[in-house]
């Protein structure tokens, strides 16, 4: 299996994870889920494998979240996932998959932990924030 992230080229998050995953050495499968959308199946799927909620998944800024009402707690499951379906950017970015597991990489060093090897360092985050340091090792 290779690692495939659900990715979102506009959110810097998910920019700092496709380029340490790239980084690492591997290849991955992207798909940019604003272009595809989602299905039910699917979602339900991710966020069963990266223990999560459509609530823990719910991306509450720069998404339509708030204009929606879907921020109010009353909001159950089922209508966040029919939000999520009509409006893919409600879903947080991004989610990896990889031999290793299934995880919402927000911040984006979380991916380190679904990598078969870290990425030759010194590298840093978009934000110029250290990630790995000179000698290869993880800087938390």
Known sequence: MSVVIYHNPDCGTSRNVLAIIK???????IIEYLKTGWTRPQLLGLFAAADL??????RTTKSPADELG?????VND???????L???????CPIVCSPKGVRLCHPSEAVLDLLQSLPPGP???EDGSPLIDAEGNRVD
């Open 53 to 58: 909620t459509p609530r823990t998944a719910l």
């Open 123 to 125: 590298m840093e985050k």
């Open 70 to 74: 879907l921020l109010d707690p009353s």
């Open 86 to 92: 009509e409006h893919p950017v409600l879903v947080n």
């Open 78 to 84: 089922e209508a966040l996932l029919d939000a999520m």
């Open 23 to 29: 980084a690492s050495g591997e290849a991955p499968v």
